[in-house]
């Protein structure tokens, strides 16, 4: 079990965002939060990005029937700018600090040496929950391949997905993931229902690589979800979130040659 040590709370941390005597929130800042939840779940930026990929002639899918990381890699970055941005206006238009909100006041090095064991508690726990899934309901295992797998055919395809797979994925969505568990605090039920909801959504995303996969990745959004709230700063999440998925692309290439 890998031991992550707490810190107290301050002032810019989640943890100290609930201040007692807060007014409830409104039916009104309710809705307008979910509504902010919906903006950034990465289905608008995506169908934004995948649509202006589309109108300038790329296809997802080549002849081969196989994602293209032609269309993937560059859809991936543009959403991955479009989501940031909208993120910082929402919290813009709502006085919130973005600094505040991701970093509090940790200290980034101090963070930073939680990537490790947090990533490597991560691909622990991503096998094992592959394992009993498959052990348990082996109906799970729907693809038998990786869809992914297939864009990382050369060292150039691999080290372009890494890039896609830091940018787009440890950095992007460890960002949304605070921004919507933020949210969740504040105005949806507090953290406990954002982390259900966020990871549960999170898995969801990535059924595309198999049920069981879509189980483990949920598992391990609520992972990097809890290590943002008690750290009170995403630096942790993105540089673990960020090595699994370098290794994870490392293994696509080594097993594809």
Do not use: C
Request: proline share 5%; hydrophobic share 55%; aromatic share 8%.
């Amino acid at each position: 079990m890998v031991h992550l040590p707490t810190v107290e709370p301050s002032p810019a941390s989640p943890e100290a965002q609930a201040v007692v005597g807060r007014p409830a929130p409104t039916w009104a800042d309710r809705a307008v939060a979910l509504v902010e939840v919906g903006l950034s779940s990465d289905v608008p930026t995506q169908v934004l990005s995948g649509a202006a990929l589309t109108a300038l002639g790329l296809t997802a899918v080549g002849a081969d029937g196989r994602l293209r990381i032609g269309f993937v890699a560059p859809m991936l970055a543009i959403d991955s700018v479009l989501l940031i941005a909208l993120i910082l206006l929402l919290l813009r238009l709502h006085g919130e600090a973005a600094r505040a909100v991701f970093f509090g006041h940790q200290r980034w090095l101090e963070e930073a040496k939680l990537a490790v064991p947090a990533a490597l508690g991560a691909l622990a726990m991503a096998a094992t929950v592959l394992i009993l899934v498959q052990t348990i309901a082996p109906w799970l295992h729907t693809v038998d391949r990786n869809p992914f797998e297939g864009l990382v055919t050369g060292p150039a395809n691999a080290a372009v997905f890494a890039v896609v797979g830091i940018v787009g994925g440890g950095v992007r969505e460890e960002l949304q993931r605070a921004f919507v568990l933020r949210r969740f605090e504040q105005y949806l039920g507090g953290r406990g229902v954002g982390v259900v909801v966020s990871s549960v959504a999170f898995g969801a995303g990535h059924l595309l690589q198999g049920a069981d996969a879509g189980i483990a990745t949920g598992v391990l959004g609520a992972f990097w979800g809890l290590l943002y709230l008690r750290r009170g700063s995403v630096v942790a999440p993105v540089l673990s979130h960020a090595a699994f998925n370098t290794l994870q692309i490392g293994a696509f290439f080594v097993s594809g040659r």
